[in-house]
């Protein structure tokens, strides 16, 4: 018997604190759409938390989780999925995006999304010995790489981003 496949999610990708989550909530609310969180489900899957994933197995580790975790997708029904901010790093990780669904892209300023990150002890890279400047301009590229749709969130409430959101995706007659 052959599984059920989809290719019609809505991933919200950008770095951290770019309002991933808080966005992907509300637009999950006024869509009706059910909503997927990637660090959440590996969470789950792991049943362990991210820092702690981080501590055991490296970043290497948990990207192969996440790359996992990502492939995985492709057997749920459509759903708006909130990404986690590194899910771009791996040249596999884009393809699967692309294949799989529409991708939206939060853009943010750097001082902005630190700004709004309000416990950096759950994100491990912020403690890591890399400057988050460099990750972040390494990133950006990424980003626009796997974007169908580029929404700017600077400045803007969570409301705002969601609607601009559906409104774009309406336009591609993706809603
Ligand atoms: C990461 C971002 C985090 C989480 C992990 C790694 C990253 O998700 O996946 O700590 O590499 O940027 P958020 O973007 O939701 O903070």
Not at 17 to 29: C, F, I, P
Not at 62 to 86: H, P
Request: proline share 4%; glycine share 8%; with cysteine.
């Amino acid at each position: 018997m052959t599984r059920a496949t989809c290719n019609d999610h809505i991933f919200l990708v950008g770095f951290m604190g770019s309002g991933k989550t808080s966005v992907s909530r509300k637009l999950s609310a006024i869509t009706g759409l059910s909503l997927i969180d990637s660090d959440y489900r590996i969470e789950a899957i792991q049943h362990r938390k991210i820092p702690r994933i981080f501590a055991e197995e490296g970043e290497e580790g948990f990207r192969k989780i996440e790359t996992d975790t990502l492939a995985g997708l492709k057997f749920e029904g459509k759903s708006i999925v909130s990404c986690g901010g590194g899910i771009v790093c791996r040249p596999e990780n884009r393809e699967i995006l692309k294949s799989l669904g529409t991708v939206v892209f939060l853009d943010i300023p750097l001082d902005e999304a630190i700004a709004r990150i309000s416990n950096p002890k759950t994100r491990p890279l912020l403690s890591g010995a890399r400057p988050v400047e460099d990750i972040y301009d390494e990133r950006i590229p990424w980003y626009r790489e796997v974007a169908d749709i580029t929404i700017q969130s600077s400045g803007k409430s969570v409301l705002q981003v969601a609607n601009e959101v559906k409104a774009a995706l309406e336009s591609r007659g993706q809603l």
